[in-house]
């Protein structure tokens, strides 16, 4: 008792005892801004060596509730967020705890959005052993509430500079720019070279972790590297509408063509422009993605490291007139999921390798199913949480979901105004 689990690597010559697990996460990614619509090759390998689940979903699609049900494993109306707002500041079961409680290093590098500690000066942590935060909320400037770990060493590397000044964009905007400092000091770059750094630093311990990589990208402002948005055409299809016309009525909205606006029609190559920003983000996050995965395969952990990606609400792109997120549609409630087992997991997950799930998952699912690949899950877990391990479709070769209850069938979507 109180030994530390074995280590989450091969090098001993003996399978380890407890996987490594790997969140993954971008902000503000829906669900068809993947191959081919999106150059992810990264995301498509995921999906290739695991699994894709097709009909994923964020039920309360803004950034704090939807943290709030990965965090708590809940749904909208038992972890208490019905729309965007502060979470509260303690919940009895939150994920890095268990986490923890489990016997695993807890990391997370990037964007968490759980609050802010006025006496402490900095992002609330929620029992991460490490953090480095970029949750992207207020100027980003010295002496501004919200300075974070990014702030801080964006101003480090160039002193009194607005992180923000990229084409005069802001945290909600709908337009495109490329980025105007070097790509090494973008937000997506830091946190993926902090990631890989961390990732060695944990292999060293010896121990096995769970890290979140959290990318604020693609949410606005849509700042990808230059070499990228040269290179991401405009997708063909238009935005969505409807053949009844309901939503016209967000076509000339009070909104329309702010810098803020969260509904209206845009001109053509303003649309074109912002479509094209918004997946050359995505790309870079997946060249991040990229080099992750490669420090995995470099430090010797990869064949022990359980991978999830996801995001906690996708983005309209003016489908139906609509910017942004908050709203009961497929651009902005419909999200990526994608499963990577290791090879240290096959004798307990049987699904072959590439397959898709076409059952209805949410972001309430992925802490049970954290649970479940670290062997924690059993009936008396029901009653703590609202969702089920998505690793139950991994489990039967046919990917019928293991489970004592019928999987769910449709999914609950609330948001206030």
């Known amino acids: ?38 150059d992810t090759p990264n995301l498509d390998r995921l999906a290739h060596d695991g699994a894709k689940f097709t009909a994923h979903y964020s039920s309360t699609p803004t950034c704090t509730p939807a943290r709030s049900a990965i965090l708590t494993g809940r749904s909208p109306w038992n972890h208490g967020m019905l729309g965007y707002g502060e979470m509260a500041p303690r919940y009895g079961e939150e994920l890095p705890g268990k986490m923890a409680e489990l016997g695993l290093q807890t990391a997370a590098i990037g964007k ?21 935060v970029y949750d992207g909320l207020g100027s980003s400037m ?75 990208r693609p949410h606005s402002p849509y700042d990808p590297p230059e070499r990228l948005l040269n290179v991401t055409p405009c997708p063909v299809k238009p935005p969505a509408t409807t053949d009844s016309g309901w939503d016209m009525h967000f076509k000339n909205c009070s909104s329309r063509g702010t810098a803020d606006a969260w509904c209206g029609e845009v001109g053509d190559a303003d649309l074109n422009f912002s479509r094209r920003a918004y997946l050359a983000s995505v790309s870079f996050v997946d060249e991040q993605i990229g080099e992750i995965l490669k420090t995995l395969e470099e430090t010797g952990v990869s064949d022990n490291t359980f991978i999830l990606y996801t995001s906690d609400h996708g983005d309209m792109q003016m489908d139906h007139f609509l910017w942004r997120k908050g709203y009961p549609y497929e651009g902005s409630a ?35 199913t954290f649970l479940d690949v670290l062997g924690h899950w059993d009936a008396s877990s029901q009653t703590k ?10 489990s039967s070769s ?20």
């Not at 697990?21 to 993947?34: P, T």
């Not at 959005?113 to 490490?130: A, K």
Request: charged letters at 25%; proline letters at 10%.
């Open 334 to 368: 419909h999200i990526p999921l994608f499963v990577k087992w290791p090879p240290s997991l096959d004798s307990k997950y049987k699904l072959p390798r590439g397959s898709q799930i076409s059952a209805i998952t949410e972001l309430r699912d992925i802490l049970p």
């Open 1 to 38: 008792e109180g030994r530390a689990p074995r280590a989450g690597n091969w090098s001993s010559g003996e399978p380890p005892s407890i996987p490594n697990i790997l969140f993954l996460i971008a902000d503000q990614h829906r669900f068809d801004a993947v191959s081919p619509l999106a």
């Open 112 to 132: 968490n959005h759980y609050g802010w500690s006025d006496e402490e000066t900095r992002p609330v942590e929620r029992g991460f052993g490490f953090a480095q």
């Open 398 to 417: 046919d990917g019928q979901p293991s489970l004592d209850k019928p999987w769910r069938q449709w999914i609950d979507l609330e948001h206030n105004k």
């Open 385 to 394: 949480y609202d969702g089920r391990p998505l690793t139950a479709f991994l």
């Open 142 to 216: 010295p002496g501004a509430k919200y300075y974070d770990d990014y702030d801080q060493w964006f101003q480090l590397k160039e002193p009194g500079k607005d992180p923000l000044q990229t084409g005069g964009l802001d945290w909600n905007t709908w337009r495109g720019a490329p980025y105007e400092f070097a790509e090494e000091l973008h937000p997506t770059a830091w946190t993926g070279h902090l990631a890989r750094e961390q990732i060695r630093k944990l292999v060293a311990v010896q121990q096995p972790f769970f890290m979140k990589v959290s990318f604020h």
